[in-house]
């Protein structure tokens, strides 16, 4: 009796703790083929941006954390989801184009005067070297 009431807490706990990573906690990595680590917290707390700077609905309207937890699940957020090769605006298919055109355009320009990357390095990480031969 005690287990199966300490294990639905625990259960209890686990599930709120999933149902509050919104946005995900830590580095999430934005998946292609020159994968990036982006933190949320460096956006929404540190630079202070609302969600809707970078989500937005398939008429381009910002979606706020509201819109975002009414959302079934987090598919439809990720970017391929809509600039794939079916998007209309030929210029926004390509995901050089989508991404460095919301996250590199912001860093040139800056945010009350701080400044992201705008080196490759600076969001790709540095090109892996060959492995040194004998190690
Ligand atoms: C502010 C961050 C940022 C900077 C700076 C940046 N990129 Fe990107 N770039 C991204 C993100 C995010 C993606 C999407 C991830 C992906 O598609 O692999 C991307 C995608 C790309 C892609 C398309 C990969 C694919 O999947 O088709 C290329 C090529 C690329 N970047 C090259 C560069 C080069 C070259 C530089 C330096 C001149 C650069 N990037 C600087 C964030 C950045
Ligand atoms: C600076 C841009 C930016 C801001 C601001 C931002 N996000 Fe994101 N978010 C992204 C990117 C980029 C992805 C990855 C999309 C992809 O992989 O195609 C993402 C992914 C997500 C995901 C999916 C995570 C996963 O693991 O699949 C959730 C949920 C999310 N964001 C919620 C939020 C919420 C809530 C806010 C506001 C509090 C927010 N985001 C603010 C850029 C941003
Ligand atoms: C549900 C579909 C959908 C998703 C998901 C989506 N977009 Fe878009 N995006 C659009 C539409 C629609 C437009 C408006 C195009 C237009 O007005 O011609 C747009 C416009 C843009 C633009 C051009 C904005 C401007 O002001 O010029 C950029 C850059 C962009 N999206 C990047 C992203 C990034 C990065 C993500 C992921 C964080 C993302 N989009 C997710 C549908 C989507
Ligand atoms: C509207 C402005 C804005 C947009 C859009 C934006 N950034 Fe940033 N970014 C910033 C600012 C400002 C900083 C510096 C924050 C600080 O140092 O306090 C930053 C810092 C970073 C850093 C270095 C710090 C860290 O967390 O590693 C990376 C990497 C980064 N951004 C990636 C991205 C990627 C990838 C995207 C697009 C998905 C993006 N950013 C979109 C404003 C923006």
Known sequence: MRKTIIT??????????????????????????????????????????????????????????AAIKALAGTGSLACGACHNAEFKDKKLRKRKNVFHDLCRACHKKGLDGKHGPTKCSGCHGKRKRKPVEGC
């Open 8 to 65: 639905t807490i625990a259960l209890m706990f686990a599930a709120t703790a999933m149902a509050a990573a919104i946005p995900p906690r830590g580095r999430i990595t934005i998946e292609g083929k020159r994968p990036v680590k982006f933190s949320h917290q460096t956006h929404t707390e540190k630079a202070g941006l609302d969600c809707a700077t970078c989500h937005h609905d398939d008429k381009g309207q910002g979606r706020d954390l």
